[in-house]
Structures are given as C-alpha cells and as structure tokens.
C-alpha cells in the first residue's frame, strides 16, 4: 500500500541540498554514502516521530523507524523509497531492509 495524497500534506522542513550538505559535514568527507543516506532518512523522518522513548525497533532483516507517514511530505517518502525506507503496509511506520539487513 502506498499513501498517494493527504489532507494538509506537510512541507518539507529543508531543501534536500542543504540537508544532505550538512549530514556530509556533521558525519565527515570520507563517511561512506550508505552512512549518510540513514542519518538522512532520520532526519527526514524525525519530525513525524511517534515514539519518544524507542523511535527505533530492529527485527531480524529489518530496521523499523516509528515515524507517521502521514507526517511526511509525498517528495520525503519518494526519496526515502529509493534509499531503501518503505511505508509500512499498514502506513504506521518506516521499514527498511537495507539498513535492517541481517
């Protein structure tokens, strides 16, 4: 399932640009690409929290983020699919498969 359109959708909170510059800065020229693209997702992913206490869950295979799609803008979700983060099919969080590898 896939979420196509909200009432109110959300506005991204930054210009992708400048946020990928500033997770290169924060991690270091020689972070490796994978590494950036998950602090990223988190960022991206942050202010749709739903979790204060345990925003993440780990399953083996399988990294869950407890953030509401819903929270997030439509072009937020469409880059986060192509780094490896999918709404869940029940569109009550993030999952991911590349970063939850086991």
Known sequence: ????SYEGEPEISMDPETRRS????????DAPPAWCELVEALA??????DNDIS???CT???????????GVPIT??????????HVAHDEEDFRSTRFGSA
């Open 22 to 29: 500033l997770v290169r800065q924060l991690l270091g020229p």
């Open 1 to 4: 399932m896939r979420i196509l």
């Open 55 to 57: 925003p993440l869950h």
């Open 60 to 70: 083996p295979g399988e990294l869950i983020v407890c953030a509401q799609p819903a």
């Open 44 to 49: 991206i992913l942050a202010p749709a929290h």
């Open 76 to 85: 937020e979700i469409e880059w986060l699919e192509k780094i490896g983060f």
